[in-house]
Antibody
Framework: EVQLLESGGGLVQPGGSLRLSCAASGFSFSDYAMSWVRQTPGKGLEWVSG????????YYADSVKGRFTISRDNSKNMLYLHMNSLRGEDTATYYC??????????????WGQGTLVTVSS | QSALTQPASVSGSPGQSITISCTGTNSDIGGNKYVSWYQQHPGKAPKFLIYDVSNRPSGVSNRFSGSKSGNTASLTISGLQAEDEADYYC??????????FGTGTKVTVL
């Protein structure tokens, strides 16, 4: 059974940093691209960042480019999102999501339950 | 990175068909076949419904169907059921590995 378990969310001040983690199990982790998708309270989904299975290619939404860094450790089946210079508009529930196909198709067949990040003073 | 535009809400009676639109630009929906749809019930993670505009992953009911014309994609739910009451999101590949979601549509079963 595929499982994705996010952790690392919490309350952080504007300008601060946070690292989110996603523990994956139940599939061949290195074969699949992964993404982070966020959802603001009561609002819609926003794709944040993606990374290929090998970790060699990374992609970012314009809203986080230069502030967030996605990475993965295939030996530990872990996905990370390093978030710097956090702003109020980054407040959201952050989901890690598994690509449906091997490669990079950006269709997400499994999602974690999310971790809440609140940016506030 | 503006979101794709969806109607805020759509409603229908049990057994009816409804269609949700998703409007983008030539840079996303109009420029590729990589359009997908998700269903999200309150407090739950999204569920993958449609890929490549009109294909259903294994296990998704054939009551859900997708299409595209120009810069607008559509999701049709036929034989509407109470369990279909949820939020629905479209998404499209935009450029250079980036992805954009729609604004979301709340479906109400009357």
């Amino acid at each position: 059974e595929v499982q994705l378990l996010e952790s690392g969310g919490g309350l952080v001040q504007p300008g601060g940093s946070l690292r989110l983690s996603c523990a994956a199990s139940g599939f061949s982790f290195s074969d699949y691209a992964m993404s982070w998708v966020r959802q603001t309270p009561g609002k819609g989904l926003e794709w944040v960042s993606g990374i290929r299975g090998s970790g060699g290619d990374t992609y970012y939404a314009d809203s986080v480019k230069g502030r967030f860094t996605i990475s993965r450790d295939n030996s530990k089946n872990m996905l990370y999102l390093h978030m710097n210079s956090l702003r109020g508009e980054d407040t959201a529930t952050y989901y890690c999501a598994k690509d449906w196909c091997s490669g990079l198709c950006s269709y997400f067949d499994y999602w974690g339950q999310g971790t809440l990040v609140t940016v506030s003073s | 990175q503006s979101a794709l535009t969806q109607p805020a809400s759509v409603s229908g009676s049990p057994g009816q068909s409804i269609t949700i639109s998703c409007t983008g630009t030539n840079s996303d929906i109009g420029g590729n076949k990589y359009v997908s749809w998700y269903q999200q019930h309150p407090g739950k993670a999204p569920k993958f419904l449609i890929y490549d505009v009109s294909n259903r992953p294994s296990g998704v009911s054939n009551r859900f169907s997708g299409s595209k014309s120009g810069n607008t994609a559509s999701l049709t739910i036929s034989g509407l059921q109470a369990e279909d009451e949820a939020d629905y999101y479209c998404s499209s590949y935009r450029r250079s590995g980036t992805l954009v979601f729609g604004t979301g549509t709340k479906v109400t079963v009357l």
